[in-house]
């Protein structure tokens, strides 16, 4: 049982990372659109329509 | 009508017009010339698979503007209101895209820009209609960019309010991070508090109380000082202005909560409440930042509408006109107005003549003649021909500024609401502060080492969670499914007032009607002329002008080709047609003699030719689908309802007659609407506004309750409660349905969350309840309560829907 006086902290710790990388998705604008990113992947890109000059358009 | 609808907006294709497209390998119909353009425009983009993306019909496109109108996005000190610098010399332009309708939209617009030389990255926001174009200044300039996006069918217009929109994406991304901390910290607290209620007793894990307490202080700081914090500012802020609302009973239980469950940490004594801290904080950020997105979605979606103002404007300089921003405009200046132009300022009419449509100032649909010394006002749009006006009046000493005044006046004078839960929270704080104060004396004289503890569990089960979510929740949760039935709804007492309103106020222009004037009837008064041939022949002959009338003849456009076309201002126009001379316009001018229309409503226009009169054409506005049912509907629900109007033509009785109100009255100025609704509300009515045009902001803002249409101008949404946004009128008694509901489903939480505390109150003076179970009744009551609640969003509203088709289907032109 004195594990917990170790593992208790690192969880803390883990807890603090998760929030990080929350904040770090959050401020990113990862969020700000919930409706158009998750359906971006069923639009295929017609490559055989697009010319190569198109496909570099975005970087 | 048996063929299939538009291709591209869904709507029903009228017969006659042949306007077709290849589309993914099929011959498809379109509507309009419009429709043919972008849809074409798409197709050899290569795109066409945005049609099989796309989830919805799109917007129905006005035909294409000349490059040249956007010319003036390019002057540098318009620029500066949109364009900013980028890395590497480049220049990013944030736009706000009318049209877009779903995550298709948001490909297509990125593929099609995306292969335009000179740009660099192009990001698309569908839920605020936000595009960010980066480009390279040397190459490509920002009114290509505007074409570009109007030939695939968009509405382009510069984010000009990008700091409103910059301080709303901070709120709402710092909202996002407080719910955060607060729903990790409540899960990790939850976890070590299960520990201690299992644990705390028993000798084996009794030494890890103090450690568990240590751990839990350490996760639920963060969780008071970070999350909870917004409750603690507005607190302050209600205090200040001596207002007991409901985050004052909150800031005061989380603080106390926190502040006695820190000292038992500390001295180890007592009893800790991180846990019902954390999950209360949680909960009730989870409320807010959803009645807070619904309420945003709705300030930016009301950005997406035309300008009131053009940006700039054509002024003389000697001979030569030179494009100049509006701002620059002062008195004495004379400017050009071209057919379509919006006035931007208020002036006199040196030269020319033309119809202008004033209906946004005044409500009146028919345009008004001017001619040299006429007045024209800003806001109006020029109809038919070019003018030549003097200025006399810009900025802030125009008509249209002194609406804008008028609207803040009668903001002021708005019957005030009171919300319930506030009433509710004066005074349930000074209950409970008396509660807690009544057990701490009791305990005093019973065990004073208890009082303490005592008084603190009397905050903390009484805790106002159920109580502050039973309103909002409800709210957001009814916001929710109104803005899915197509009522956005901005103002956060509309469903708070709505219940209780028993008017309803129509306003004629554009929200009875489509806003578009159609063929009604066609008379023919010449064997050998079917209305095809009627329609086909006027239609070439009106279109090259942009007077409003000829968008009734839209769909049949490019049949027939007409030439040497002729306006005459406010009489008609005539031309070639195939070699023949036609003339169209009023009675008098077409046939040269003067002759009497048919009885029967709309506007009568006459064709002829040298011979004689061929077919009198009717053209009207027609109701939408939805306005007879949807009066209908008000009616059973017991609402009187009225039509008002600053029409001045019998049209106000024609349609008033067909949407089944009894109740209207025409040619009424905007200062006459206020005066009449701020009667009604003197008799003791609730009114219910909904309009559209400029000339009825005041009286949208003075209403108990507002509703603009989403095609109304900018002003008149930004001073509405709620939009109505696919133009379907039944929504409105849907919407009072649901908000009755909704008020409901308040009363029922309410009651709920007294009753819980009402009980929970005496078993807490007598000191029998331990924290664990403090926590288990909070969170079981606040569940209780956002369940309820979320009957809302699945509420099935009871519609008569089968009399009507979808928003998108109704019956076409030529039915």
Partial sequence: MGSLYFLIPIAVVFVALALKLFFWAVNNGQYDDLDTEGRRILFEDDARDQPAAGADGEK | ?815
């Fill in chain 2, 1 to 815: 009508m048996t063929s299939p609808p538009c291709y591209h907006c869904g709507l029903p294709v009228p017969a006659g017009s042949n306007f077709s497209l290849v589309i993914e390998g099929q011959a498809r119909d379109l509507c309009c010339p419009g429709c043919e353009a972008v849809a074409s425009a798409i197709v050899a983009g290569g795109l066409d698979g945005f049609y099989r993306y796309r989830e919805g019909a799109s917007e129905r496109p006005e035909p294409a503007q000349s490059l040249e109108r956007w010319a003036a996005y390019d002057l540098s000190e318009v620029q500066q209101q949109y364009v900013h610098d980028w890395d590497g010399g480049h220049k990013m332009a944030a736009l706000l895209v009318g049209g877009i309708t779903c995550a298709a939209c948001v490909w297509l617009i990125e593929k099609h820009l995306a292969h335009l030389a000179g740009i660099e990255k192009v990001s698309v926001n569908a839920s605020t209609s936000r595009a960010q174009i980066v480009f390279d200044p040397a190459q490509f300039k920002p009114s290509q960019l505007f074409a570009a996006l109007e030939r695939i069918g968009y509405r382009p217009a510069p984010a000009t309010a990008a700091n409103r929109e910059s301080v709303i994406q901070a709120e709402h991304r710092g909202a996002l991070r407080r719910l955060g901390v607060a729903g990790l910290g409540t899960m990790q607290v939850m976890m070590f508090a299960i520990a201690l209620y299992f644990g705390a007793g028993t000798g084996d894990a009794g030494e890890f109380e103090g450690f568990f307490r240590w751990v839990s202080l350490l996760v639920a700081t963060p969780v008071v000082f970070y999350a909870a914090q917004p409750f603690f500012s507005a607190a302050l802020r209600g205090l200040r202005a001596r207002h007991l609302g409901m985050d004052v009973p909150v800031s005061l239980a989380i603080g106390l909560a926190y502040g006695a469950s820190f000292y038992a940490t500390v001295s180890g004594t007592g009893e800790v409440y991180f846990e019902s801290i954390s999950m209360f904080t949680f909960f009730l950020l989870l409320g807010r930042t959803v009645e807070m997105r619904a309420r945003h979605s709705a300030g930016l979606a009301r950005g997406g509408l035309a300008q009131l103002l053009p940006i700039t404007v054509a002024r003389y300089d000697g001979d030569e006109t030179v494009a100049v921003s509006i701002a620059a405009l002062a008195e004495g200046d004379r400017i050009l107005l071209r057919p379509g132009d919006t006035v931007p300022a208020d002036g006199e009419v040196v030269e020319g003549e033309s119809g202008v449509d004033e209906s946004l100032l005044s409500g009146e649909s028919a345009l008004q003649r001017k001619f040299a010394g006429s007045p024209v006002y800003a806001g109006s749009v020029n109809g038919d021909s070019s003018l030549i006006v003097r200025v006399t009046a810009a900025g802030k000493f125009t008509r249209l500024s002194a609406i804008e005044r008028l609207v803040e006046r009668a903001q002021l004078e708005k019957p005030s609401q009171v919300a319930l839960a506030d009433r509710v929270a004066g005074v349930f704080v000074g209950a409970v502060l008396l509660a807690a104060l009544g057990a701490f004396a009791l305990w005093w004289q019973l065990d004073p080492s208890r009082a303490f503890w005592v008084a603190l569990s009397v905050l903390v089960v009484t805790c106002p969670c159920a109580l502050s979510l039973a309103t909002p929740a409800a709210l957001a949760s009814a916001t929710l499914r109104l803005q899915q039935l197509g009522l956005l709804v901005a103002g956060g007492n509309l469903l708070q007032t709505l219940p209780r309103i028993n008017r309803v106020v129509f306003d004629k222009t554009g929200t009875l009607t489509r806003g578009e004037p159609r063929i009604l009837q066609i008379v023919l008064l010449r064997t050998g002329w079917d209305e095809q041939r009627v329609k086909e022949v006027a239609a070439a002959l009106e279109s090259q002008t942009r007077h409003p009338l000829a968008r009734a003849f839209r769909a049949w456009r490019g049949n027939r080709l007409a030439s040497q076309v002729k306006v005459h201002t406010g009489r008609g126009l005539e031309g070639l047609v195939e070699g023949a001379a036609y003339r169209l316009g009023s009675g008098g001018f077409a046939a040269r003699v003067a002759v009497v229309p048919p009885a029967g409503g709309g506007q009568w226009i006459l064709l002829a030719d040298n011979s004689g009169p061929i077919a009198w054409i009717a053209l009207g506005d027609k109701l939408r689908a939805s306005a007879r049912e949807a009066v209908q509907q008000l009616h059973r629900l017991g609402l009187s309802v009225e039509l008002l109007s600053g029409d001045q033509s019998g049209e106000v009785q024609r349609l008033a007659a067909q949407a089944g109100i009894a109740n209207f009255r025409a040619g009424a100025s905007p200062e006459d609407k206020l005066s009449h609704m701020q009667r009604l509300q003197r008799e003791g009515e609730r009114v219910l506004m909904v309009g559209d045009g400029l000339n009825d902001v005041p009286v949208l803002s003075g209403a108990d309750a507002s509703v603009a249409m989403m095609s109304a101008a900018d002003l008149a949404q930004s001073r509405a409660d709620a939009i109505l946004l696919q133009g379907n009128l039944q929504v409105l008694p849907q919407s009072i349905a649901l908000a009755h509901q909704c008020r409901r489903i308040v009363r029922q939480n309410l009651a709920w969350a007294l009753g819980y505390n009402a009980l929970a109150l005496p078993l807490a003076v007598s000191g029998l309840v331990p924290p664990w179970a403090a926590a288990i009744g909070m969170s079981a009551s606040s569940l209780v309560v956002v369940l309820n609640a979320l009957r809302l969003s699945r509420a099935r509203v009871p519609v008569m829907n089968a009399l009507s088709p979808l928003p998108g289907l109704e019956p076409g032109l030529a039915d």
